[in-house]
Every structure is written in C-alpha cells, then in structure tokens.
C-alpha cells in the first residue's frame, strides 16, 4: 500500500505565492514520475509540472518561469512553489505519482493524491 498526502492550497491574492507539497508513504521501492496537475470548474484536468527521477523537470507553457517543481533528497516528497500567481490559476491541484511496491513482484503503482484548493482572488 503506498499512500498520498498533500497539502499547501488556500487563498492568496494575485501577485501572491504558495508552495503546494505531496508525500508518498507505504510499501515503496521507488518512485519515478511525481506531477501536479490542475482542475478549474468544467475544465479538463492539466498537466502543470512534472520531474522525474533523475530530476528533470517539464511544464505547462502558462506557468513556466512562474511555478517550480522539485523533490526532496528522499524523493518521496514532491513540492510545487507557485509565484506570480494569477486568477486564472485558480484550481484544484492534484498531485499524481507513479513508481513500484516494495516486496515480491515489485508491481507498479500509479496514484493520484485527493487534491487541494488553490484560490487566487483579490
């Protein structure tokens, strides 16, 4: 069993910054992809950022020079620090992780986390 915890979102006013963080927990062997994605009301869910094991990084062209994607040491933890933000980011933000169970059969998993309200308004 591997589990996801996140947590970070709130309101801010535009201009404002958050840092959004995801922590992966249980039976890991390893953990190659960590990603945020985003909903808005009656959109399709988005990639924003995504980093893989050995660190790097993709974004979202409305994003990019705005929001950073990074991984602790351990790399269990994945944290998106949003600067500059804007309305239009408004959004619930869903981290999404994909790696292996520890113990026989190393199967794989693929998790996405229960989301987390982002809220830019002034």
């Known amino acids: 069993q591997v589990q996801l915890v996140e947590s970070g979102g709130g309101l801010v006013q535009p201009g404002g910054s958050l840092q959004l963080s995801c922590t992966a927990s249980?039976?890991?062997?390893?953990?190659?992809?960590m990603a945020w994605f985003r909903q808005a009301p009656g959109k399709e869910r988005d990639l924003v950022a995504h980093?893989?094991?050995?660190?790097?990084?993709d974004y979202a062209d409305s994003v990019k020079g705005r929001f950073t994607i990074s991984r602790s040491n351990a790399g269990t933890t994945a944290y998106l620090q949003m600067n500059s933000l804007k309305p239009e980011d408004t959004a619930v933000y869903l981290c999404?992780?994909?790696?292996?169970?520890?113990?026989?059969?190393?199967?794989?998993?693929?998790?996405w986390g229960q989301g987390t309200q982002v809220t830019v308004s002034s």
């Open positions: 999404h992780v994909k790696g292996y169970n520890s113990g026989s059969g190393r199967r794989p998993f693929d998790l």
């Open positions: 249980g039976r890991i062997y390893s953990i190659n992809d």
């Open positions: 980093i893989a094991s050995g660190g790097s990084t």
